[in-house]
């Protein structure tokens, strides 16, 4: 069993970067264009505990929608940095 404490805090990490609010990894990545270890490690660590959790119960469609969402954006992120006619890099 995920331990509640934890378990709101990883989801309070989930909404920030799905809302791109300052201090979350998303917020680094897209407005200041920089990969941020502590963040990602942060949002990394949310995904895994959340992850857990959807072995004994079922998640709710709002959380599945915050974590595609994240890590679509992430994703592309990436992609654009490595595409050589792109501006974007990390």
Not at 17 to 24: F, V
Not at 73 to 79: E, S
């Given at each position: ?6 378990e709101?805090?990883?989801r309070?990490?989930?909404?920030r ?8 990894f998303?917020?680094?990545l ?5 990969f941020?270890?502590?963040s990602?490690?942060?949002?990394y ?6 992850g ?5 119960e079922k ?6 929608v915050?974590?595609?969402?994240t890590?679509e ?7 654009y940095?490595f ?5 974007y890099?990390i």
């Open positions: 069993m995920v331990c509640p404490i934890i709101f805090d990883a309070n990490i989930l909404k970067n799905y809302r791109c609010e300052e201090g979350s998303i917020y680094y897209h407005e200041e264009a920089k941020e270890k502590k990602f490690w942060e949002y660590d949310c995904i895994y505990e959340l857990k959790k959807s072995h004994s998640f709710e469609q709002q959380m599945l915050e974590v595609t969402h890590y954006f992430i994703l592309k992120c990436i992609l940095h595409a050589p006619n792109d501006i890099r």
